[in-house]
């Protein structure tokens, strides 16, 4: 389901970032591991295709991203992968409803209010729908995210530090809840940490040295 061989990326053509091979079958929750500097949100960015491999490939539901060209990578994105960023990106001028239904749009797909009315209860942030972004807490943001990673029922879910800003309890809350909405959806899950709490969460690991 997801496939890397042989990839490499340089910033600089000078300091060269090379990663493991990596084979993620379908379903499966995984833990990529690595410290600051390790290239883990590079490496996340060549899988969600955001970045072009200089060497190597990277491999989604059988596709090769680096054979695509730029619209289609982009339309293949919105429907075959979710990324949860760090810091939530959403359009601050639209409702939540609204944000969700434009990610439907830009990845080609007719809007789909069931569906999203089905995320938002299942993420208790049915009463949210009409809210602004900025109107929502740090948690409600946060679940908002993963609604959004997820409204299009992708093959991969990537999710960039989901927890480090986190306590302990609400680290199993929101480690439990990206577990909890994959599975709903079939998807493989990556999520991106040096957070070592989830090492014990998470049976398969990748680490970055």
């Known amino acids: 389901m997801l496939e890397t061989h042989s990839l490499e990326y340089s910033y600089d053509k000078k300091t060269k970032l090379a990663f493991p091979d990596i084979r993620c079958r379908e379903g499966e929750h995984w833990l990529l591991l690595g410290q600051s500097g390790s290239g883990k949100t590079t490496l996340l960015h060549l899988l969600g295709g955001l970045l072009s491999p200089q060497k190597g ?3 989604v539901a059988g596709t090769e991203l680096n054979k695509l060209s730029a619209s289609a990578t982009d339309r293949f994105r919105g429907q075959k992968i979710g990324i949860i960023f760090q810091t939530a990106h959403f359009v601050r001028a639209l409702t939540l409803e609204e944000n969700l239904i434009l990610a439907q749009q830009l990845a080609g797909l007719r809007p789909g209010r ?9 993420l208790s942030l049915g009463h949210k729908r009409h809210s602004k972004p900025d109107k929502l807490s740090v948690g409600e943001q946060q679940r908002a995210s993963i609604a959004r990673a997820i409204v299009n029922r992708p093959a991969i879910i990537l999710a ?4 480090s800003a986190l306590d302990d309890a609400n680290c199993d809350k929101v480690a439990r809840l990206l577990e909890e909405q994959a599975s709903a959806v079939g998807a493989t899950l990556l ?3 040096h957070d070592g709490r989830l090492k014990e969460k998470f049976p398969n690991q990748i680490e970055l040295s």
């Open 57 to 59: 490939t990277v491999k």
């Open 114 to 122: 069931q569906r999203i009315d089905e995320l938002l209860e299942r």
């Open 160 to 163: 960039d530090e989901p927890t």
């Open 191 to 193: 999520v991106v940490t």
